[in-house]
């Protein structure tokens, strides 16, 4: 999906609703950007941003064009970015595959301007009771939470919350995180063949994922 369609629109998808409120030609940082993917919509959503991505690894050549991206360790490396100079932040599916959370959320709230949010995602509990794709699909789409070898442990939105604030972030909200275009088409998907689609689509159904959003107090 173009997330050019959703300029209009942005509250159908709760990652879009959340970049959407970002100042006119603010700065957002992406933490955890793996293939960029995410952060190409992004960029469809709102090309007035400027883009900024860290990762241990990370793909920059498939990142948006004018995207600034550095190489850390979020456990251990302090960021490059000064003090107070982003606008907002997202962290998607990132703090399950970390074994501790305390220098990342400290270098978080240093990096976030007074006023600014971060938004987190990641699997929701429910994920750990959701059988696993069977037959030949089998570990090639994650159902269940731990289909994923690199996933270390859940962090429910209650731990992440403690987190955030141990941090000096303080809690806007909390929810599931959907897109209900995906959701709404699940049904459609039901009696097709296995396809990365249909296993997105049922995600979105099923409610898959949770989300927090942390503010920086002025």
């Known amino acids: 999906m173009r997330w050019t369609w959703l300029r209009h629109c942005p509250w159908v998808d709760t990652r879009a609703a959340f970049v959407a409120a970002t100042r006119d030609s603010g700065a957002l940082l992406d933490f955890g950007s793996s293939i960029g993917e995410t952060l190409g919509h992004f960029a469809e959503l709102r090309p007035d941003l400027k883009l900024f991505a860290v990762d241990i690894e990370g793909q920059p050549e498939r990142y948006p064009p004018g995207c600034e991206f550095q190489r850390a360790d979020l456990q251990r490396d302090r960021l490059p970015w000064p003090d107070a100079s982003m606008d907002a932040a997202t962290c998607l599916?990132?703090?399950?595959?970390?074994?501790?959370?305390?220098?990342?959320?400290?270098?978080?709230?240093?990096?976030?301007?007074?006023?600014?949010?971060?938004?987190?995602?990641?699997?929701?509990?429910?994920?750990?009771?959701?059988?696993?794709?069977?037959g030949p699909d089998a570990g090639v789409f994650p159902m269940n939470f731990f289909d994923d070898l690199s996933h270390i442990r859940p962090v429910t939105t209650g731990a992440l919350a403690q987190h955030v604030r141990a941090a000096g972030l303080t809690v806007d909200a909390t929810g599931i995180s959907r897109n209900w275009l995906f959701a709404a088409a699940y049904p459609c998907f039901t009696f097709l063949p296995a396809s990365r689609k249909k296993f997105t689509a049922r995600l979105h159904w099923l409610g898959w994922s949770a989300y927090l959003i942390a503010r920086k107090p002025q």
């Open 93 to 134: 599916h990132l703090v399950e595959h970390l074994n501790d959370l305390t220098h990342f959320m400290r270098e978080v709230a240093r990096v976030l301007k007074p006023g600014a949010r971060i938004f987190f995602e990641t699997p929701h509990p429910k994920s750990m009771i959701l059988s696993s794709t069977g």
